[in-house]
Every structure is written in C-alpha cells, then in structure tokens.
C-alpha cells in the first residue's frame, strides 16, 4: 500500500431517496486498491443501491465519487471502462450457451480474439464441459461462475459483486469465496455486499456496516472485534456444524477456486 | 453515438438474432394468426364482399394482411426488451463501457429481421391462395420501403411498453389494439361502404393511406397522394415514437 495511497473508490455524502423512502443519507467510503471491501447490511439496507449508483446505473441526489481517479458524476464512460458489475441476480443470458455469452461481453469490452478469451475462462472456472450448452440447463452455482467469468472479460481494475453467494450452496458459496481471494491477490479491487456475516469474515479486508442509509461503523475485523466488550472464554465441546457434514459428505475439492488461483 | 456504436449493435445483434434462430416459434406464431386471418376472410367472408374493379379477394386482402402480420410481430419485440430489463442483463449491458442506445438498436433491427422473414412467409401462403401481382422489381422495392418503415415505426412503439411494463403480459398486449386497427381501415372491405364517422376514421387513420399504397404498387395501378400520405405516416411515427422511446431509455439508464 506504501506506493499508492490514493483510495481507489472515494465516496463522500452520498444520498438518495425513492420518492419518500430516503435510502442512503450520507454514505462516505474510501476503498483502497487491491484490497476486498464488504459492504455489510440487512436487506433494505441500501446495498443494493449504492452499488447502482457507483456502477453507474443510477444517479445520486446529492453527494460525490470518485473511482479509479475519474469523477462518477462528470466522467461516467471513463468509470465503466474501470468497473464491472455482477448484480444481484446472475445476468447471463439464458438461451445463448455459457461460452457464446462469455464471447458476446468479450466482444462488447472491445477485446481481440473473445474466442480464446471465452475458452480461457470457461477453463478457469470449470465450465468447459458445459461451454457448449445453453445456460438455460445451469445450475445455481454455474450460473454464478459463469456471472463472475463474464465480470472478468477486460481485466477491470475494480470489480462490484452484489451479494454473490446468495441462493448458493454450500459447495458453490465456496468456490465463489476462493475465485473473489484469487481476484484481490491479483491485484483487483473488490467491493462486495453481503448479508452474511461469516462471509463478510471470511473474504474481506475492512469491513463497512451499512444501517438506515449510513455507515455505522468501518474497519478491519480486528478494529471492529475491539469496539466490543472483550472476548470471554467459554468452553464448548465442538460440535460439528450441518456444513461441516455436508461438506465432509459430498464433498469434493473445489475444483473452480483452484483453477482460479493459477 | 461513437465509432463503437456499429460494433456492439452488431455484437448484440448477433446475440437477439441467435435468440430468434433458437425459438423459431416466435416467427411462426407471429405468422400464424394473419395467415388464418386471410384463410378466413378469402375462403369464409370473401365470397359476400364487393372490393369494386378489384380482381380476387387474396390481392385485395393481402397489403392489410401484411401490416396485420406486422403489428403481431412487433409485441416479441416488447417481450424481449421486457425479458432483458427484467433479468440482470440489460443492468449488465449498461455498466460496460458499450455505445448506449446500442442495446435498443440491436433490437430493433432484430425485430425488422424478424418481421421481414414473417412477411415472407404470409406471401408465400398468399402465393399457394392464388396472389398474384403484375409488380415490377421497383414496385417491389417500394412496397418492402414501406413495410420496413411501417415496422420500424411499430417497434420503436413497442420499445416503450417493453421497458415500461411491470409484466410479460402488459409488455405484449399493447399490441392487439395495433392488430385490430386495419379492420377499421380499406383493409378489407373498401371505405365507402362504411357509415359516416367511421369511414372519416377509417379514411385518415395511417393503415388505410399504407394499405392503398402497397395495393395500387402490386396491383399496378395508379398511386394517387396515397404513396406521399402513406410515406408521411410513416416517417412521422417513426419520429415521434423515436423520441418517446429514447426518452423513456434515458429516463431508464440514469
């Protein structure tokens, strides 16, 4: 971090109302480079919302962002070349297979050879049996591969993941964990709301807790263990969780997380 | 509009065209209700109407069967735009840094391809009924002029309720009002026949102008205002459904 201090993303004051339902009040964030950031909320928290708005999709009433140094408001082009989104719910394209939508962002991110951009992909995520296929026929946890693969096209240096393991099985929730670690070790910035804590936890370098349209609280997980009372010790027999047996139960290694560490 | 503009609408358009290719259904269904139409109206109603110096019925009926075809067509369009808004793509689309009005331009130009193979094939069945024009090549070309702009001028209206609509069946029933417009038109049976309101309706609404245009240039006859007033019509809505739509989208992407 000593090289560049400038944060990637710089929010400040950020507002906005749907029609009497005031959402956001006031968001401020700094987001440093590299770095994986969890915007942590209930539902209707506005999570949603401020990802909308600093992908551009839409405008806030009042307040400023600034990301990779150009102005949200002023140089909104020059954001979405910066960014890509992977919204709530995976948006691939049901009736094309998975590798013609890879190939269709490919060519839209103006990239040479999509083909062999699209075989790449679908070879990092474990999607090359299936590239052929219409992604109608995927399951939950493909499609949000499949999602993600389609966000990477162009190597944006900031990606934005709206709740990304929502609806996901055990299995997937782990793979995406490790495909977003692989994503921050090469360097991008990633913002990602979540409504579960433990992936919040597990994933993120500073952790921001968004309630009624503010950010209560900011900081490492460290930082905000320290605002509570101090940990006492208890002892408890483990108990193996229903995760652990599931897992142990059908569990193979995670075949699209390995991939994507290479 | 920028010098990316033509690469992604054909990027896109390749992708809305691979949707057509893999649900021909679209284009038979679209197909199909006009072409019952004109079974019905040659082979039940025909017999009993009186079209004037007109020859067959199946010459007289086709250019309103045509725009029929049309109207019918142009609510998968909506449908479309509908599906995408809905699902995350259209989101997608939009937070890349793509030409914007590129995702509504594949579209529409999906939807005069699509249209296009469905007037194909209503003439082909027209041909079987026994249609027959004296048409030149140029007649011809005029006559696919005016369908392409009368389609044009139908899908930028469809766009509208495409990303308006909070349903699938709000975003495809704009269109029936549209099928049933020729019946109030020369479409079928002439104008003159009609009782005083109606017939001042059915004389300047803009199917009749198109309707007796296409039919003077397959029938070889003389083209009169129809062809200028027909022209007018068209142009006209495609403007102004153009701005509407476009200012609906930009309401839409922020």
């Known amino acids: ?262 | 509009m920028n010098k990316r503009f033509f690469g992604d609408v054909t990027a896109l358009l390749g992708r809305s065209l691979r949707h057509i290719g893999r649900s021909p259904d679209t284009i038979i269904t679209t197909a199909i209700t006009p072409i019952a139409m004109m079974l019905l109206f040659v082979y039940v109603l025909g017999g009993a109407i009186r079209t004037g110096d007109h020859g067959k019925y199946v010459d007289y009926l086709l250019p309103g069967i045509l725009l029929i075809t049309i109207a019918s067509g142009i609510s998968y369009t909506a449908y479309r735009i509908f599906l995408d808004m809905k699902g995350g793509i259209f989101e997608r689309f939009q937070s890349m840094p793509i030409a914007r009005s590129s995702v509504l331009w594949a579209h529409v130009l999906t939807s005069v391809v699509a249209n296009l193979i469905s007037v194909v094939v209503v003439i082909v069945v027209a041909l079987l009924m026994g249609f027959r024009s004296g048409a030149g090549v140029l007649d011809w070309l005029a006559v696919a002029g005016i369908l392409l702009l009368f389609t044009l001028a139908l899908t930028w209206l469809a766009v509208i309720p495409g990303l308006t609509a909070s349903s699938v069946e709000g975003a495809s029933a704009f269109s029936f009002p549209l099928i049933f417009l020729p019946f109030i038109s020369s479409a079928f049976v002439p104008t003159d026949s009609m009782p005083g309101p109606v017939r001042a309706f059915a004389e300047h609404q803009p199917v009749t102008s198109v309707v007796n245009a296409i039919r003077s240039l397959l029938g070889d006859q003389p083209l009169g205002d129809d062809l200028w007033t027909a022209l007018a019509w068209c142009l006209g809505l495609v403007a102004v459904a153009y701005l509407f739509a476009m200012s609906v989208y930009r309401s839409k992407i922020a």
Not at chain 1, 57 to 65: Q, R, S, V
Not at chain 1, 96 to 105: C, F, P, S
Not at chain 1, 186 to 202: I, P, W
């Open chain 1, 1 to 262: 971090m000593t090289e560049d201090v400038t944060p990637t993303i710089q929010v400040k004051g950020l507002e906005k109302s749907f029609k009497d339902l005031h959402v956001l009040r006031g968001v401020d964030l700094e987001i440093a480079r590299g770095t994986i950031f969890a915007l942590l909320g209930s539902n209707g928290s506005g999570k949603t919302t401020t990802v909308k708005i600093l992908s551009t999709l839409l405008k806030a009433d009042a307040g400023t962002a600034t990301i990779n140094g150009y102005d949200l408001a002023t140089q909104a082009a020059e954001v979405r070349e910066s960014i890509s989104l992977t919204g709530q719910f995976a948006a691939v394209d049901e009736i094309l297979t998975g590798r013609e939508n890879l190939g269709l962002i490919a060519k839209l991110r103006h990239q040479q050879d999509p083909g062999r951009i699209a075989d790449d992909l679908l070879d990092s995520f474990s999607l090359t049996d299936a590239g052929g296929r219409k992604v109608a026929t995927y399951s939950g946890g493909m499609r949000r591969r499949l999602d993600i693969a389609m966000s990477l096209i162009g190597n944006p240096p900031i990606i934005f993941l709206d709740e990304p393991t929502t609806g996901l099985d055990p299995q997937s929730r782990l793979d995406v964990w490790d495909t977003i670690k692989g994503l921050a070790t090469g360097g991008t910035t990633v913002l990602l709301t979540t409504q579960y804590l433990d992936e919040a936890e597990q994933l993120a370098d500073r952790i921001a807790i968004l309630h009624d349209g503010t950010i209560i609280v900011e900081g490492t997980l460290a930082e905000l263990k320290r605002l509570y009372p101090p940990a006492t010790v208890e002892y408890v027999e483990k108990q193996p969780s229903l995760e652990d047996i599931f897992l142990a139960i059908t569990g193979t290694p995670s075949a699209a997380g390995n991939a994507a560490e290479n």
